[in-house]
Structure formats: C-alpha cells, structure tokens
C-alpha cells in the first residue's frame, strides 16, 4: 500500500498550474493525506473518480485545511480534535484565532490501522505561537494519537512545521531558536519518538541534504537549501512493514512535495 502526504499550499492553484492530476496519475496513492488545502471540497474543481475524498476546512476562507483521498473506502472519519482533549488542554483562541476551527486534523479508520493528515501550526515569525504549540497542541496531538493506538496501529502524516535535528535543515546553526527550528517545538516532535512512533523516512536514510520544503527566497530549491518538515511517523508495531520511504523533490506546484511510504498492511 502505497500512502503519501503532501502540504499543497492551495489544492486550487496547483490544479490550474496542470500540475495535480499529473502528481496522481505517476504515483497512484492508494491514501493521500493533504494539508493546506486552502479550499472547501465543493470550491475544488479536482475530480478523481477512484478516490473517496474527506476534508476538513478551515472557518477562515483560503486558510489551512487538510483532506484525505482514498482508494478504500474508510470504516469511519473523524474531523479535529476530540473534544475531550480539546477541553483537557484548552484550545482555544489565541491571538492568531480558534485553532480547532482551522481545519487542522482529518483521521480516517480503516480495518487494521488509521491514518491521519495533520497541518501542525506554524510557531510564527515571532514565536507568538510557541505556547500554543508547547503547552497545547504537542501534547494534544500527541494524546490523540496515543488514544487511537490504544484501538489500533496509527499512521500519521503531514506538515508538522518543525525540523527535528540539525540533519533536518541545510543551515541549522543560521536557524537556531528560529521558528521551526527552536528547542520547544523539536522537544515537541521528539516526544512522539519517545512514546514510540517511529519516522519512517529514517528508518532508510540518515544524514542531511533531504528536505520537503524550500523558501521562495534565493533560488533555495535549485540551491536545495531546504527543511525538512513533512512526516510519515508510524506506531512501532507498523515500523518493520515498511518497504521503504521516500521524499519527492521532483514533485512541482507547491513550496513542499510529497512525502510517501510503501506499506505491507
């Protein structure tokens, strides 16, 4: 089985550059997990006929958002956050908006497994929104997803927003204590290993010069001065079914690409 993941930045405006029916064609996910969808299912013009499509929009028109396409069809699906655990963690408004309301978490429920498309939020050029990830969403999240293992194994995807090691960008020392890159949300990303959830893409490669994300800015993509921010994190007891996991640099029409895993399920 084939699972991939990928930070659009507007499912819209990579389907008018002809860009996101190709990506389907060539690589034929059997589950496509997508963040920044920037739309509402009826605002998208996509049309894919072998795929069952669930999404999660934000309130705010043209803002975050995330969906899963799948070949099979899903047991059950779930949008954001349990309200338990929302309540639990108080996410709530913050000086950004409602985080709940931002369309941020799609799970879906399959036989043996679920697999989510999470979009982490960004910490912001200013860190305003280090307390909201640190004290709130890590946790939350990260409680969520220990809360569905306890049914079954978890695979969980997306646009964390958070180079975890210094291997994970191309200028770390330059990008110390910056967003994406600052000892809270790298803290927050090492507790999913810690409680056992395994990054597949180093499962098979280790060292740096790998990223899924480049700035506008510099020729950085040519250049591949790059982040790499976009996960497949799997429970432990997935870890050894994965054939191997790749990341797509060649995968135009966004300021990310793909991620993708192969997967005995």
């Not at 669930?54 to 349990?82: C, D, H």
């Not at 194994?153 to 964390?160: A, Q, R, S, T, Y």
């Not at 001065?225 to 640099?249: E, H, M, N, Q, T």
Request: with cysteine.
């Amino acid at each position: 089985m084939k699972i991939m993941s990928w930070n659009v930045n507007g499912i819209r405006a990579v389907h008018k550059k002809g860009l996101f029916l190709p990506f389907i064609k060539k690589y034929q996910p059997d589950i496509l997990c997508l963040q920044e969808t920037k739309a509402e299912q009826h605002q998208s013009e996509v049309d894919l006929p072998d795929y069952e499509e669930y999404w999660n929009s934000a309130i705010r028109k043209g803002y975050s958002g995330v969906a899963i396409f799948t070949k099979e069809k899903p047991q059950g699906v779930t949008l954001g956050m349990p309200e338990k655990i929302v309540k639990k963690y108080k996410l709530e408004k913050d000086g950004y908006g409602d985080v709940t309301k931002e369309g941020r978490i799609v799970a879906a429920e399959y036989k043996n497994f679920y697999v989510v498309s999470v979009y982490t939020p960004n910490a912001k050029d200013d860190l305003s929104r280090i307390p909201l990830r640190y004290k709130q969403w890590d946790p939350a999240f990260l409680e969520y997803m220990k809360d569905l293992e306890k049914k079954k194994p978890v695979i969980f995807c997306g646009d964390l927003n958070v180079a975890h090691t210094p291997d994970d960008l191309a200028r770390p020392k330059q990008n110390e204590g910056l967003k994406g890159f600052t000892v809270e949300e790298r803290e927050g990303s090492q507790k999913y290993i810690d409680a056992g959830f395994v990054d597949t893409f180093r499962i098979f490669t280790k060292g740096n010069g790998h990223y899924t994300w480049w700035s506008h800015f510099a020729n950085a993509r040519a250049r591949n001065v790059g982040w790499r921010i976009d996960y497949i994190f799997v429970s432990k007891k997935l870890a050894k079914k994965v054939k191997s996991a790749d990341i797509c640099p060649e995968v135009l029409g966004s300021d990310h690409c793909p991620v993708l895993i192969d997967i005995d399920l």
